[in-house]
């Protein structure tokens, strides 16, 4: 079968690679549609896992959709031809994409101990599979939302309009929030935010603190004005970001870095015990990947707008220079 894999910094290479077995309790997946992340777009820069573990070459993609084509003598549960998203991290021993032998950008994916429900998640056969793919960027988005823990009412503030930072935008009006502001340097990025239901979107160029305490009002800190904006999510990942957050925000706001970030920034400690802010970080999904499925498959069209960019398989590598160039828009999505 053919399988994506790094090699080295920036060497990217489509091979031949030996197709996984199926075990009694396995299913095997012919690979649909596959999301490409921000973190295949590190991996393939730094040629591999940080701090050069993992195996080399490295298999990529971890955003999987596709269609059940072998099982084990004991899966009963699952049948063949069903369309199906499976969550690539449920097995710690076993991170699909992120460092184990087997990588989602390639024809075949073993799924191993599969369980309908558990690991495994049926969609209809309306949902497209590059839509179905979503369910892995969208469950990042959940957890982060559930970590600012928002109620209905409230106000929020996102930085960063990516993937995961519009997906956080929708996840957080599902929930109720009264008003969503998106900040990004793009206004592609931007007009995307709004489609998906931002109330409002701000260049980062602009005087973003004005315009939240237009918007969500104005507190006070110390005698100094700040934005009345209950809940601050970085999906951005920059100093500036950090600053913002940390000056604009009233006390006792909840703040939540999701973004990953490449370097080492400088928090303001003063700020932050003078403001007694609710700080918290969140990774991956350690609960949300079936409830997203489930969102998918029975409202697919109000996630479908996120896909922009289908690249063919056979063109896996510069989907994932697409994905991490800075005119990418929204999710970029290899299909098979």
Known sequence: MRSVAVFGP???????????????RDVIVAMKACGVCGTDVTFAHLGGLPMGVGPCPLPLGHEPAGEVVEIGADVLDIALGTRVVFNPAFDDTNQIGCGSAQGALSELVAVRDAVLGRNVFRMPD????EVAALTEPLSVALHAVNRAAPEPGQTAVVFGAGPVGVAIVVWLKLRGVRDVVSVD????????????????????????????????????????????????????GAQQVIDTMLAGSRRHATVVIVAVYKHPVQFDLVTFLTKELRFTASIAYPTEFGDVAEAVAGNWEHFAPMVTDRVPFADASDAIARAGASSAVGKVTVVF
């Open 185 to 236: 340097l793009s206004a592609e990025r931007l007009r995307l935010a709004g489609v998906l239901g931002a109330d409002a979107t701000i260049e980062a160029t602009d005087d973003v603190i004005a315009v939240l305490r237009s918007r969500h009002g104005t507190a006070s800190v110390l005698g100094s004005p700040v934005a009345a904006t209950d809940i601050w999510i970085d999906a951005a």
């Open 10 to 24: 920036g060497d990217v290479r489509t091979i031949d690679a030996e197709a996984p077995r199926c075990g009694p």
């Open 126 to 129: 309306e949902v497209p599979f």
